[in-house]
């Protein structure tokens, strides 16, 4: 009995060694524009991303888990026991592999995959891991009117389908777009432009930025000058203009009449 136990405490554990409580992630590449470093607390990475969970060498164990938890929820995706299969559950099947040498867990990233991680052995626990999963941002669309009157105010939606957007920021033909008087931003996600010139025209982009992504579009305004509305104005100003003309002559000519 004492010698099986020397023999598992020698070979028979698996990732057997020295202790150590914390499990370390990082997203694995190619991935989006996800951070690639490991960290130790929390990781923030995005859907359909494959991120690895390691753990420092543990003490002996004949079984090992790795364990999820989320709100009330928690369960075990898989367990181990030294030289039998991997048990995983169902809803990581065909996306988790698990390293027997290591004890390291990778794990494809689903949008229900929120949540906090640890590993344990009979011996040992590691603490906590906290796991964000974020969706990578689709292509904006920019909700506006494609042509506008010179002197009228017109305004662009920058509209993302899916996905939580944490900053906006606008372009106009591929430069920075500052709010002024004339520009103004609401919500961030809408661009107002007020008493539009023909000097507005252009090319104007919607960037949008996650935590794992970046994305745009880009939606092409022409400003025209109105001469429907200008020129009749004008031409109205001077008939009005002439006819009192003609109306200050005639009195004029009557007056002399007199
Ligand atoms: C695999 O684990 C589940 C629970 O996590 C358990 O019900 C099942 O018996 C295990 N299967 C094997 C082969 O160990
Ligand atoms: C995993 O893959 C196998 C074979 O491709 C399939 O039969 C099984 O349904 C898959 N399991 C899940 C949970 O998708
Ligand atoms: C398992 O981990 C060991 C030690 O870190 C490593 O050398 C090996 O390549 C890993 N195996 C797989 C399949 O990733
Ligand atoms: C586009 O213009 C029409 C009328 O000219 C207006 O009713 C509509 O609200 C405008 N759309 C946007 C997004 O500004
Ligand atoms: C037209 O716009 C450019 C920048 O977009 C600016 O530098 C320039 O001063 C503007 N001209 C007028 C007449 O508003």
Same mark, same amino acid.
């Given at each position: 009995?004492?010698?099986?136990?020397?023999?598992?405490?020698?070979?028979?554990?698996?990732?057997?060694?020295?202790?150590?409580?914390?499990?370390?992630?990082?997203?694995?590449?190619?991935?989006?524009?996800?951070?690639?470093?490991?960290?130790?607390?929390?990781?923030?990475?995005?859907?359909?991303?494959?991120?690895?969970?390691?753990?420092?060498?543990?003490?002996?164990?004949?079984?090992?888990?790795?364990?999820?938890?989320?709100?009330?929820?928690?369960?075990?995706?898989?367990?181990?026991?030294?030289?039998?299969?991997?048990?995983?559950?169902?809803?990581?099947?065909?996306?988790?592999?698990?390293?027997?040498?290591?004890?390291?867990?990778?794990?494809?990233?689903?949008?229900?995959?929120?949540?906090?991680?640890?590993?344990?052995?009979?011996?040992?626990?590691?603490?906590? /891991?906290? =796991? $964000? @999963?974020?969706?990578?941002?689709?292509?904006?669309?920019?909700?506006?009117?494609?042509? *506008?009157?010179? %002197?009228?105010?017109?305004?662009?939606?920058?509209?993302?389908?899916?996905?939580?957007?944490?900053?906006?920021?606008?372009?106009?033909?591929?430069?920075?777009?500052?709010?002024?008087?004339?520009?103004?931003?609401?919500?961030?996600?809408?661009?107002?432009?007020?008493?539009?010139?023909?000097?507005?025209?252009?090319?104007?982009?919607?960037?949008?930025?996650?935590?794992?992504?970046?994305?745009?579009?880009? /939606?092409? =305004? $022409? @400003?025209?000058?109105?001469?429907?509305?200008?020129?009749?104005?004008?031409?109205?100003? *001077?008939?009005? %203009?002439?006819?009192?003309?003609?109306?200050?002559?005639?009195?004029?000519?009557?007056?002399?009449?007199?």
């Amino acid at each position: 009995m004492l010698l099986f136990l020397l023999l598992l405490l020698l070979f028979g554990s698996p990732c057997s060694s020295a202790a150590g409580l914390g499990v370390t992630a990082r997203t694995l590449s190619p991935c989006y524009s996800a951070d690639l470093r490991p960290a130790t607390n929390s990781l923030v990475s995005a859907v359909g991303c494959k991120v690895l969970l390691t753990v420092p060498p543990l003490n002996t164990s004949q079984i090992v888990f790795w364990e999820y938890q989320s709100g009330l929820w928690e369960g075990v995706i898989l367990s181990y026991t030294l030289d039998g299969p991997t048990n995983t559950s169902q809803p990581y099947e065909n996306r988790t592999s698990f390293n027997e040498t290591d004890c390291s867990l990778q794990l494809v990233l689903q949008k229900g995959d929120e949540g906090l991680y640890r590993f344990r052995s009979s011996l040992e626990t590691t603490d906590w /891991f906290q =796991l $964000h @999963v974020l969706e990578p941002l689709p292509e904006p669309e920019i909700l506006g009117n494609v042509s *506008v009157k010179a %002197g009228g105010n017109t305004k662009l939606v920058c509209h993302v389908l899916e996905g939580q957007v944490d900053s906006y920021w606008w372009k106009k033909n591929g430069e920075l777009l500052l709010g002024s008087d004339h520009i103004q931003f609401v919500d961030h996600s809408t661009l107002c432009i007020l008493k539009a010139s023909m000097n507005d025209s252009g090319y104007y982009t919607c960037v949008v930025r996650n935590e794992v992504s970046q994305n745009e579009a880009s /939606f092409l =305004l $022409h @400003v025209q000058n109105s001469p429907n509305v200008v020129l009749p104005v004008i031409l109205a100003c *001077v008939l009005v %203009g002439s006819l009192a003309g003609v109306f200050v002559w005639c009195r004029s000519r009557g007056r002399q009449r007199l």
